[in-house]
């Protein structure tokens, strides 16, 4: 069984930034694969970042891709989502998510492939 608590969210204006974190139980972390997905309300839950088991692989979906930046501390079995430049269309819940047996040394951007989710963290970005 993985564990996800995240943090840091909150309301920022646009323009402004904000760095989530993401830390998880488990001992083999390093393995493991981290998404970060968003789901505004009335909208499906979207792919936001991912990232591998090693951290040397990242992933972005394209509204967010040179505004965002994932990486991953596995001495302290967290991942980190820092989000610049926000826009009021980032307003979402965010949720990070592990996949525990990834495809080598990389990260699915399918929030099906995750078998373990967070409880999610409210980011509200105002105009």
């Known amino acids: 069984q993985v564990q996800l608590v995240e943090s840091g969210g909150g309301l920022v204006q646009a323009g402004g930034s904000l760095r989530l974190s993401c830390t998880a139980s488990?001992?083999?972390?390093?393995?493991?694969?981290i998404g970060w997905f968003r789901q505004a309300p009335g909208k499906e839950r979207e792919f936001v970042a991912a990232?591998?088991?090693?951290?040397?692989?990242?992933y972005y979906a394209d509204s967010v891709k040179g505004r965002f930046t994932i990486s991953k501390d596995n001495a302290k079995n967290t991942v980190y989502l820092q989000m610049n430049s926000l826009k009021p269309e980032d307003t979402a819940v965010y949720y990070c998510?592990?996949?525990?047996?990834?495809?080598?040394?990389?990260?699915?951007?399918?929030?099906?492939?995750?078998?373990?989710w967070g409880q999610g963290t409210q980011i509200t970005v105002s105009s």
């Open positions: 488990g001992r083999t972390f390093s393995s493991y694969a």
């Open positions: 990232i591998s088991g090693s951290g040397g692989n990242t």
């Open positions: 998510a592990a996949d525990p047996v990834p495809f080598g040394d990389y990260a699915s951007l399918r929030k099906g492939s995750y078998d373990y």
